[in-house]
């Protein structure tokens, strides 16, 4: 079995054909039971039949596709070889921002910005555009948690569900407006990061990832079951929408409306573009929010907590606070998400809040390049258009979706965008930043 | 021994790890503005000993105190080991180097001087509006910082991935991310370990500079004898967690204890002084 294993150093074309032989040898013995024999039905009683020819084609295809996937494989590798031969003398120190991507970045905002009118009679492509915002927002918020503190959390969905609820019940038992509820329910949230994160930030790595993980179901097994808190499976129903500073958008009646208000016609896609520019300003400003933080004594704590924790404790750093912190502003961020979620939807019930969730949002920030605030943008692009554009595949589309971020890992292990840049430099404009 | 207090005083300290005597029974006073060398074979617990001071482990028995010239006296193996870096300052480094190997050179030694702007951060909320005080915080962190790296020689790496640069430079750079928190007392384990003949001269010079000019008190594990011999004012040698002898480098090279735990027995005759240089470069502690 020895050839089978990929081997390290290039093959000659002699070393290929002994491999490929060995593959198509196994082939072979694996191909006559399951290809060279069948059952017949022949008058009731089952006969052996056999089919060597399709033997034959099996063992030759996989002869020729192991002789093509190492030539392949080899090919591939002397490329990688010369490129990191010629990138080592290459200088790599201090490159500053690719302009490139800040230019992607500008050019990613204006086209959101943009999008609504450009698309303002096709409600589907404002909605899909909504909800890539909302995973946007959401990724931001686990970035703090998993690409910058490094603290895996699998449980993450949870506080986007605490968000939603409570903005569902403020508003239903108690009246209270989005943008009243907005910031308790952060706070909820936020509160609910400590709570997760007070006993169990002790563990570390693959040990929080569990706890987080269990965490995330417990919220979601409470919420099916305290019927009379959360309305259980039927979920909350009839969530007001948020209004346009006080004006809803409704058809016209005797209170002012945001149609009649501003003499224009009444129509549906009002509001569905006003929830895209909330969710856009929400997640703009979580954008903003982040990348500052990043750029405080906090943010790069947490990034050194993620580099060395022992090392942090060395230099005075209290580590279980700066984690807690991280923990509890993605927990905020997550929350936030989770109220313009509630509003937009108008329900909400635990069938949203799956685990399914947190690892699609966890995919985005690992796919994205974990730290990276643009990388999440494309990674969400990628992983809510995709099972979209899929639909014409059906039961194929989830397979292409692990197709595609396979690829995406093997291509750029580090994620889409791995460059980490420094929060701060010494040789920007001849000496301060 | 001087007639001023010492700055730390260990007394009969004990580490037990189950079955293990890792430390026993140490008594050790370091003395304020100097160096102090540790010294001992590889296991004898010189880095449980620096575990027990920072913090990172509590000792099973014995005290540790520093004389703190604002605070007081402070028990250190009562605090945890942010604590002793923050209200003690007793800093250390490591023996496998421990940066932050994504974060670049400034970004390390900023991230050392986290209280100070945290707190002038006033929890992130004046950095969050970027508000003045925070702004000149800022400033005085980084003229710290850009201060140490010239003072290292790393000023033209500044802004390179710590973890990017070689052994050599990540040495001096867990020192300078060590002096950005402002240490009384610097414990350095193995600082040499996989230097270079001129760069262990250089680290040298930069010791002795400490300790007499900047007042900063060193205690210094290490194996390469040219250093240790000729920067420290006073070493302790441990052997199996026992202190074996204490005195100046002139008492240690001849100290027949010390030459027995390091050679052994019968060789204790042939040896000179100067011998002991030969333990150093070829330490397989020295490549952890």
Redesign the interface.
């Known amino acids: 079995m020895a050839a089978l294993v990929l081997a390290q150093h290039s093959t000659s074309p002699a070393e290929r054909l002994k491999d490929a032989a060995a593959v198509a040898f196994i082939a072979l013995l694996l191909g006559i039971p399951m290809i060279g024999l069948t059952t017949v039905d022949q008058g009731g009683a089952l006969r052996i039949a056999t089919r060597w020819p399709t033997l034959c084609i099996f063992v030759g295809v996989c002869f020729a596709g192991r002789l093509l996937l190492r030539y392949a494989i080899d090919r591939l590798r002397a490329r990688k070889q010369a490129r990191e031969r010629s990138a080592v003398s290459a200088p ?3 490159q500053a921002t690719s302009p490139l991507l800040t230019w992607i970045g500008w050019a990613a905002l204006g086209i959101s910005v943009a999008l609504p009118m450009l698309f303002s009679e096709n409600r589907y492509v404002v909605d899909t555009a909504t909800t890539v915002l909302i995973y946007v927002m959401l990724g931001w918020g686990l970035n703090v948690v998993v690409g910058l503190a490094g603290l895996l959390d699998l449980g993450y969905v949870a506080f986007y569900a605490v968000g939603a609820y409570t903005y569902g019940l403020l508003s239903t038992q108690f009246g209270w407006g989005f943008w009243q509820a907005l910031p308790l329910a952060g706070a909820v949230a936020a509160s609910f990061g400590i709570l997760l994160g007070w006993p169990t930030l002790r563990l570390r790595g693959d040990y929080l990832a569990i706890v987080t993980l269990g965490f995330g179901e417990i919220i979601r097994i409470i919420l099916v079951n305290w019927t009379e808190l959360s309305g259980g499976p039927n979920g909350i129903a009839s969530i007001p929408r948020p209004s346009f500073f006080g004006l809803p958008f409704k058809p016209p009646g005797d209170d002012p409306t945001f149609a009649s208000f501003f003499g224009l016609e009444f129509s549906t896609n009002h509001r569905i573009v006003f929830l895209y520019y909330l969710i856009l300003a929400l997640a703009l400003l979580t954008n903003l ?1 982040v990348s ?2 990043r750029k ?3 943010g ?2 947490w ?2 907590i993620r ?2 924790e ?10 279980r606070n700066v984690k807690l912190s991280a923990f509890a502003i993605g927990a905020m961020l997550g929350g936030f998400a989770g109220v313009f979620f509630a509003a937009r939807q108008g329900f909400i019930s635990p069938e949203s809040f799956t685990f399914n969730e947190s690892a699609i949002i966890l995919a985005i920030v690992v796919l994205g390049g974990m730290g990276s605030q643009l990388g999440v943008v494309l990674a969400s692009l990628v992983l809510v258009l995709l099972p979209e554009l899929g639909r014409d595949f059906a039961e194929y589309r989830m397979l292409l979706f692990g197709a595609a971020m396979i690829l995406i890992m093997i291509w750029k292990p580090g994620g889409i965008l791995s460059h ?1 840049e ?6 920007a404009d001849g000496g ?2 | 021994m001087s007639a001023p207090p010492p700055l730390l005083s260990v007394e009969r300290l004990t580490m037990r790890f189950g079955g293990l005597l890792a430390i026993d029974d140490l008594s050790l006073d370091v003395a304020a503005r100097k160096i102090t060398g540790v010294i001992g074979p590889n296991g004898a617990g010189k880095t449980t000993f620096f575990n027990c001071l920072t913090g990172f482990y509590k000792p099973t028995v014995g005290s540790v105190r520093l004389n703190h010239p604002q605070r007081g006296v402070l028990r250190l193996e009562q605090l945890a080991s942010h604590q002793v870096a923050r209200s003690a300052q007793v800093v250390r480094t490591f023996q496998n180097i421990r940066l932050f190997p994504q974060m670049t050179v400034l970004e390390n030694l900023i991230v050392a001087q986290h209280n100070a702007l945290q707190h002038a951060s006033r929890f992130s909320l004046a950095g969050l509006l970027g508000l003045p005080g925070y702004r000149r915080a800022e400033a005085a962190a980084m003229d710290k910082a850009v201060g140490w790296l010239q003072r290292l020689g790393l000023l033209d790496k500044a802004d390179t991935a710590a973890g990017a640069l070689p052994y050599g430079m990540q040495r001096r750079i867990e020192i300078a991310r060590a002096l950005c928190v402002d240490p009384l007392l610097l414990c350095l384990d193995e600082p040499a370990a996989g230097l270079n003949p001129r760069e262990s001269s250089e680290l040298n010079e930069l010791l002795k500079h400490l300790a007499s000019v900047e007042g900063i008190a060193i205690l210094l594990i290490e194996h390469d004898m040219s250093v240790v011999m000729n920067v420290s004012d006073h070493i302790c040698v441990l052997n199996y967690g026992r202190k074996i002898a204490e005195g100046t480098p002139a008492d240690i090279q001849k100290d027949p204890n010390v030459i027995k735990a390091y050679l052994g027995e019968e060789d204790a005759d042939e040896l000179r002084a100067d011998e002991m240089r030969t333990d150093a470069p070829t330490d397989p502690e020295a490549v952890r």
């Open positions: 790599t120190v201090d929010f500052r933080m405080l004594p906090i790069r704590a990034e050194a580099e060395d022992i090392a942090c404790k060395a230099m005075g750093i209290n580590a980490r420094p929060t701060l430099r010494y040789r301060r930043r």
